[in-house]
């Protein structure tokens, strides 16, 4: 089945400057990888998505690459305010999503 | 408003006692999702459902039951076989089973002391 890895964990950035996180997955059949940002207390939101067939995805000061060859993605987030501070998620699948371990960013003011 | 809406957002319990999760959607969307949220760890998925009347284990279904009568309502049991109930639950929809958007609830946060 599907595998899907998260990096960093934690990421501390200071407003203004850009945060990258990156996933890796493993099956090749994969088609369809959201990032998800999740709030303390509350459930994940979709913040963007991707699909197979485009290597590039971008909305506002958000953006996701694909890198199929070499199963990665990452979420790109420029000019970062406090309220970026939060739990993101990439998921990776195809019938079904499979999580990250998530990363905790924070955006210091 | 449409949405996903659990129930309840905490809920203690003691060890060895069912219990049981709501769930309902009035998103109109055929797929239902239970996953468990636990620290450090991403959400695992528990059951899904793609159809009324039809559901198929996830990764961690042990310890866990559901049922799918209606589309609006998958609601999760958590049994007394599951050796480490206490976590944060959260159900999600989508309109497709396949490479569709997902949305989640508030989740509830089960305690069994």
């Known amino acids: 089945g599907e595998n899907v890895e998260q990096h960093p964990s934690t990421l501390s950035v200071q407003e203004g400057d850009s945060a990258v996180i990156k996933c890796t997955y493993s099956?090749?059949?994969?088609?369809?990888f959201p990032w998800y940002k999740q709030e303390l207390g509350k459930g994940p939101q979709l913040i963007i998505d991707?699909?197979?067939?485009?290597g590039e995805k971008k909305d506002q000061r958000i953006a996701v690459t694909l890198n199929k060859t070499a199963k990665h993605f990452s979420l790109h987030i420029t000019e970062t305010q406090p309220e970026d501070s939060a739990v993101y998620f990439c998921?990776?699948?195809?019938?079904?999503?499979?999580f990250g371990a998530g990363t905790i960013l924070r955006v210091k003011s | 408003d449409g949405g996903i809406t659990q129930s309840p957002k905490y809920l203690f319990r003691k060890e060895g006692q069912n219990v049981t999760l709501s769930c309902e959607q009035n998103?109109?969307?055929?797929?239902m999702y239970w996953y468990r949220q636990d620290p450090g760890q991403g959400l695992r998925l528990i059951y899904y459902?793609?159809?009324?009347?039809?559901?198929q284990k996830g990764d961690i279904a042990e310890g866990y039951s559901v049922s799918r009568e209606k589309k609006e309502s998958f609601p999760l049991t958590v049994t007394s076989a599951q050796k480490n109930p206490t976590a944060f639950y959260l159900c999600?929809?989508?309109?497709?089973?396949?490479?569709?958007?997902?949305?989640f609830g508030q989740g509830t946060r089960l305690t069994v002391v």
């Open positions: 999600a929809s989508s309109l497709q089973g396949q490479n569709t958007e997902a949305f």
């Open positions: 099956d090749s059949a994969s088609n369809y």
């Open positions: 991707i699909r197979s067939n485009v």
């Open positions: 998921a990776g699948g195809g019938n079904k999503l499979v």
């Open positions: 998103l109109n969307h055929d797929a």
């Open positions: 459902s793609q159809i009324v009347n039809d559901f």
